[in-house]
């Protein structure tokens, strides 16, 4: 059965099967493809379980089933937001409780991107009164639109199955026609030589239009994401105000984000 996650029905049932299914996902990605005998020692599951994984992955258009296996979906170098939400949960949380501080009392625009982090702010920003949220994530506005005292704007556009954002002309169109006080960027990457990178080129041009017409901009990453660059940019180093991530980041890669002119924040474990 699917669960629900900020208000959208999705098809991973629990933290544990979202682990394995990732593990499966991540396997299958890196060597092509992948025996179910294979799987079923690494992971220590029955070959029962895993038909059972792997039939629903295929369902979502994230592998293809072999006889005997799976083998990738090249187009899914990037992993669905739904399985992400339970990474670095800790992480995520402590890093959005800290954006959250940077958001001024009193009437305030906020434009916030998708993503798992992203989706921590907008709970962290839930009770704040007086904010006006524009946001091209589904998740983001499923959180915040039974608020009623959050303002949310959300723009148009076609919804990319593996992040639910809503991207193209429509939603950039959207964005053109705001300005906003801080924009809160989700990404798939942050580095001094690639900037704010994302695996879709479309999904980048939409969020770049966000950070075009935002006075100060914020990027949300946690650990694993710093030092990383993937396919297209959304934002340059020199757009990027603020970088909020956690202890596990490369600080060698933190330091040459500081030396780009990036201002830095790391969060501590259970701050």
């Known amino acids: 059965m699917p669960t629900t996650t900020n208000g959208l029905r999705l098809p991973a049932t629990s933290a544990k099967r979202s682990d394995r299914m990732l593990a ?20 220590r599951v029955s070959a029962a379980t895993l038909r059972r994984d792997l039939a629903s992955m295929e369902d979502q258009g994230l592998l293809v089933r072999t006889h005997g296996g799976a083998r990738s979906q090249p187009v899914h170098e990037e992993v669905p937001v ?3 939400d339970l990474e670095a949960r800790d992480a995520k949380r402590r890093i959005a409780l800290r954006a ?54 959300l723009t148009g556009g076609m919804v990319r199955s593996t992040s639910f954002e809503a991207v193209g002309v429509l939603a950039e169109n ?3 026609a705001v300005n906003v006080g801080t924009a809160i960027l989700g990404t798939d990457g942050i580095s001094a030589t690639g900037g704010a990178t994302t695996h879709d080129e479309v999904e980048a041009r939409t969020n770049h239009a966000m950070v075009a017409h935002a006075q100060r901009v914020i990027v949300v990453a946690d650990g694993s994401k710093v030092g990383r660059t993937t396919l297209a940019r959304m934002a340059e180093c020199g757009e990027i105000d603020v970088v909020i991530t956690d202890a596990s980041a490369d600080p060698g890669e933190l330091e040459r984000l500081r030396a780009a002119g990036v201002a830095v924040e790391v969060v501590s474990a259970g701050r």
Not at 25 to 39: E, F, I, K, M, Y
Not at 133 to 152: C, F, G, H, Q, S
């Open 24 to 43: 499966v996902l991540r396997s299958v990605n890196s060597r092509g493809t992948v025996s179910l005998a294979d799987l079923a020692t690494e992971l």
């Open 82 to 84: 739904h399985l992400r």
């Open 100 to 153: 959250a501080e940077h958001i001024p009392a009193g009437p305030y625009a906020v434009a916030l991107s998708g993503g798992t982090t992203a989706a921590e702010v907008a709970r962290a920003l839930s009770r704040r009164p007086q904010l006006t949220i524009v946001t091209n994530a589904l998740p983001v506005a499923m959180e915040l639109a039974a608020r009623p005292t959050t303002k949310v704007i």
């Open 174 to 176: 959207t964005f053109n």
